[in-house]
């Protein structure tokens, strides 16, 4: 079916492979799917230094997260709403045997404006955190005027915040105090230097309102500790243990919720 979705859409498809993860330290598991783009004739140079061109047939990737205990999943895919409401329907066909509403489909939002009352994490210190800070934040007027105001705080101060910087040169205009809406922010993680060495460890979380982020760029134990964090700062709304799961076929809708991501 998935095969038929692309070639009727971008004219691809014609091989697909599917891959499961167990995420067992989430209580989830990662479907990911490879379809076959359209073929290139790719310039490249061999293992003896000689440029040659080769066809070859790229793979489109897609994802779906789908968590066991609150029927909760999370798709990723490229191409808009269509497209993950697909990835949603066939999952929910195939592995959970139930038919998906096309309205359960719903795009992932971050409620940004709640980092206007700061970062902090429960025993920060303990998880061997030294800093947390706002790396930058990018600010549209509520107005409708148009436009973007985006703060950046100096790269190499682990210290130094875009919402110090606003307080400190914006005192009057402070689009933190001011009727400005937050639609992107950089987060930035900065871990203690281990024992012996100079060099700290740092995550920069990068996230945008309407759902986009690179949480999935991070290792395994790192993307859980984020989104912990994420939970705790109000940006997202943590699921629910306990909310009705599809057991099978029979069932005539999910009870879970599927979010889109871009």
Not at 123 to 133: D, F, K, M
Not at 152 to 160: E, F, L, N, Q, T
Not at 217 to 237: N, P, Q, S, T
Request: neutral net charge; charged residues 25%; contains cysteine.
């Amino acid at each position: 079916e998935i095969s038929a979705f692309f070639l009727k859409r971008e004219g691809c498809g014609k091989s697909v492979e599917v891959e499961f993860l167990d995420r067992w330290l989430e209580d989830s598991i990662q479907v990911t799917i490879y379809v076959e783009d359209l073929a290139n004739n790719r310039p490249e140079f061999d293992d003896n230094g000689t440029f040659r061109r080769r066809r070859s047939h790229p793979a489109k990737e897609l994802a779906l997260v789908y968590f066991y205990k609150t029927g909760f999943a999370e798709t990723v895919a490229s191409g808009g709403k269509d497209y993950h409401e697909k990835l949603a329907t066939l999952f929910a066909k195939h592995m959970l045997g139930v038919t998906l509403k096309p309205d359960a489909v719903k795009a992932e939002t971050y409620k940004l404006g709640n980092l206007k009352n700061g970062l902090s994490v429960f025993e920060q210190a303990t998880l061997g955190i030294e800093s947390l800070r706002m790396k930058s934040l990018t600010f549209m007027p509520l107005d409708g005027g148009g436009g973007f105001l985006t703060i950046d705080a100096p790269g190499k101060d682990i210290h130094a915040t875009a919402d110090d910087w606003v307080e400190k040169y914006l005192p009057h205009d402070n689009p933190l105090k001011h009727p400005f809406a937050i639609v992107q922010a950089a987060i930035g993680v900065h871990f203690f230097p281990e024992q012996g060495k100079k060099r700290r460890r740092t995550l920069m979380l990068k996230f945008t309102k309407r759902g986009m982020s690179n949480l999935q760029h991070f290792a395994e134990a790192d993307r859980k500790m984020l989104y912990g964090f994420m939970v705790e700062w109000g940006l997202i709304v943590q699921p629910v243990a306990g909310l009705p799961v599809p057991t099978g076929p029979g069932t005539s809708q999910n009870d879970g919720q599927f979010k889109a991501a871009a």
